[in-house]
């Protein structure tokens, strides 16, 4: 049997993938599939059966006019008839799906619609509530006041991937109805169980960690946790997947033999993926688990290439815009690798360490670098790509961790079940303890070394490119292991070399809303230096600025200037949130114990400077204005100001700008507004919204040329290249 005739499965993977990524980026770009193109695409899947030749090739058209296909009936029967829903208000039915979170001054829960008024309907969307700390749970049914509007179709910060392409707002009452609970909610119930009893058990850290590697949930994990799991390579530890999946069924395997335990540890993994909230990393394990069950029932050979390909093609059919999912491509990615290049390591890794002793110890040691390594060929790249970030240390540090997985998960799943015999629990969260301290132990010091990560962007892909494919010609060809090994090492160091060099021509910014006020961080070398214009907001401030780090790589904030002192209070720095060196702050603002190690006034508006460029404070009463001056542009921060002071700024100072950046109190005095557009000549026009409770204000009557409107916690960013020589210029 040939390989395009043994696995015809993973051909049609292979097409119907690219084809729905196509569809969905042409959708988010507002490009909508053509009924046309998907017609084509049916009728060249029709084709196959009538193809000869080579048929790998006609599987490969037959999956992309089959992925085109199923993407343009999706977009008619799914995206469309939502959409069309949007500016509807009124009552709206609904059920929850998970539980609140408080965010700022509103909340927020996931809901599945069940009618709209008299209409019944269903589909999934993002609830935004006038409380900021809603009590709601899974499987509620609400009835709210709300109006409907169309979600952010961005793949890296909207809810397109989840398959939601409506939120609503909460504008009315809202009345939650007698009964109990959905069944269905007891995964989600059991998975917040679990969590409170590792909290009564465990250290804040450890029981964060614990809840993640048993249940997927972060939402725990201190902003230093989410850093060193980042830095140290060890994310997949809080991701349900393979790793979880087959440490559950071997211990199943262990406890009562192939055939019985493949009977019990299949639905145990399914329950374990419910538990999970069936992510994509979860699905795909639990199918690639039951199809060798299922083959070994029937007494036929299992494929691992066809398993991979199963689950996708089944994640794909029930959410097509899934393939978005930065994890779903990660998981994927690594288990690939580990398909095609992990047997040929150890057999060469064998061959060469072959016998006993301390060649036994080497063997093993390189196999489970060896397994690190093939699942790090397909997952680097993306990573570059998607993140600007990737771990030095991973391999080293899974090493150390990687191997504590079973009897953590297996302590971790029997403490809720042994929690009311006390004694049986103490000696369980001890011998946890003792584990997970070691764990994160670990990451923290992994994390913390100089050389932990490395940053850059187009670099790092294409160097990384070409060391997936010398790995690749080495392990398909068997060659030498330390020829191969060599080869990599070189392209890693050249891929070092150029990350560094992007890192330092390129700067990044990035313009948040942090629950009604603007936060611009400006990023170049490593170096995040950070303003914040508008009321200061404390908690807002630290979740959306440890959110920017996050993004652009850094570990804290060298200086943060506050333009306001409408607000400031003292804030003790936690270890949840970003880390500020310096702050500085209007006089007499600033209090004794402020967040930051060091702390500076100001008394006018004055110049300063800032990683890539330079700024000017510009004095409008108890408040300031802000003009920046980057390499490539200009912006002008009117936030926290009244319309009539900015004007009176710009008409004494005559500043320009590229960006205009104002908030909503800005849509009650438009005249103002237009006559201070008129005067800075902005390119662009960026509008701070206080709250989702609020209707969004129209700045179009003041303003002709591009808005971009920001929800609380919405950015935007770009990035531009620096130019030697010359330094951002900003006038005050």
Not at 18 to 37: K, N, R, S, T
Not at 332 to 360: E, K
Request: aromatic share 8%.
């Amino acid at each position: 049997m040939d390989q395009a005739k043994g696995r015809r499965l993973c051909w049609v993977a292979a097409g119907a993938a690219p084809a729905l990524w196509l569809g969905a980026q042409l959708l988010i770009h507002g490009i909508l599939l053509p009924a046309a193109v998907a017609a084509a695409g049916a009728f060249l899947a029709l084709l196959v059966p009538l193809a000869g030749g080579r048929r790998a090739i006609w599987l490969w058209l037959a999956g992309c006019g089959a992925g085109l296909a199923l993407f343009g009936l999706y977009q008619t029967r799914v995206v469309e008839p939502q959409w069309r829903q949007a500016g509807w208000s009124g009552t709206l039915r609904c059920q929850t799906t998970g539980y609140a979170q408080g965010m700022g001054e509103y909340g927020q829960v996931e809901c599945r619609a069940l009618a709209l008024g008299e209409e019944e309907v269903s589909f999934s969307f993002r609830l935004y509530l006038t409380d900021a700390s809603p009590d709601l749970g899974p499987g509620q049914t609400l009835q709210v006041e709300a109006r409907l509007d169309r979600a952010p179709l961005d793949s890296l910060r909207g809810f397109s991937k989840q398959g939601q392409f409506l939120t609503a707002r909460q504008i009315g009452g809202l009345e939650v109805e007698t009964g109990s609970p959905a069944w269905w909610s007891w995964a989600p119930r059991t998975a917040r169980h679990m969590q409170e009893c590792f909290a009564r058990w465990l250290p804040q850290r450890q029981a964060a960690l614990l809840t993640g590697i048993t249940t997927g949930q972060k939402d725990a994990f201190t902003a230093q946790q989410r850093r060193d799991l980042n830095l140290s390579g060890t994310s997949h530890l809080t991701a349900v997947s393979g790793l979880h999946v087959s440490v559950l069924l071997s211990l199943c395997v262990l406890a009562l033999g192939k055939r019985g335990g493949l009977a019990l540890g299949v639905p145990l993994c399914l329950g374990f993926a419910w538990l999970s909230g069936f992510t994509p990393s979860a699905v795909r394990a639990v199918v690639m688990a039951c199809l060798p069950a299922g083959a070994m029932a029937l007494r036929r050979e299992s494929d691992s290439l066809t398993g991979l390909a199963a689950a996708l093609l089944v994640l794909l059919l029930w959410n097509p815009m899934s393939v978005l999912d930065v994890g779903l491509q990660l998981s994927f990615g690594a288990t690939l690798g580990l398909i095609l290049f992990l047997p040929p390591l150890q057999q060469a890794i064998g061959r060469r360490f072959a016998g006993g002793g301390w060649r036994r110890l080497c063997r093993g040691v390189l196999h489970s670098l060896a397994a690190s390594g093939a699942a790090l060929c397909f997952t680097l790249p993306l990573s570059a790509l998607v993140f600007s970030r990737v771990s030095l240390v991973s391999l080293l540090t899974n090493l150390l961790i990687v191997p504590l997985l079973p009897p953590i998960l297996a302590l971790g799943l029997a403490l809720p079940l042994v929690e009311w015999c006390r004694p049986l629990a103490v000696a369980v969260s001890g011998a946890l303890r003792l584990l997970l301290g070691w764990v994160d132990g670990v990451q923290h010091a992994s994390a913390q070394l100089p050389f932990a990560s490395a940053r850059g962007g187009a670099a790092f892909l294409l160097v990384f490119g070409l060391l997936a494919a010398g790995w690749a010609l080495f392990a398909l060809r068997r060659r030498s292991v330390g020829a191969g090994l060599g080869g990599m090492a070189l392209l890693a160091s050249l891929c070092l070399i150029l990350g560094a060099v992007e890192s330092s021509v390129m700067q990044t910014i990035h313009l948040v809303n942090c629950g009604g006020s603007a936060l611009l961080l400006a990023e170049q070398g490593g170096r995040v230096q950070a303003l914040c214009a508008g009321p200061w907001q404390g908690d807002a401030f630290y979740q959306t600025a440890q959110n920017a780090l996050d993004r652009l790589g850094g570990d804290r904030v060298e200086r943060l200037w506050l333009t306001t002192p409408q607000g400031i209070a003292p804030i003790d720095e936690t270890d949840h949130w970003a880390q500020v060196d310096t702050v500085a702050a209007p006089a007499g603002s600033v209090p004794g114990q402020m967040v930051g190690r060091r702390a500076m006034e100001y008394r006018a508006g004055g110049a300063f400077s800032f990683a890539g460029g330079q700024g000017v404070l510009l004095p409008g009463g108890e408040s300031y204005g802000a003009q920046l001056g980057f390499s490539r542009g200009r912006v002008l921060l009117g936030c926290g100001l009244e319309p009539a002071q900015l004007l009176a700024i710009v008409q004494q100072t005559g500043a320009r700008a590229d960006i205009l950046v104002v908030d909503a109190a800005y849509g009650e005095d438009l005249p103002r507004l237009a006559a201070v557009c008129q005067r800075v000549e902005p390119q662009l026009l960026v509008c701070i919204q206080p709250d989702y409770a609020e209707e969004e204000t129209s700045l179009g009557a003041a303003f002709q040329g591009p808005i971009a409107y920001l929800q609380p916690f919405d950015s935007l960013d770009w990035t531009m290249p620096r130019q030697w020589g010359q330094k951002g210029e900003a006038k005050g």
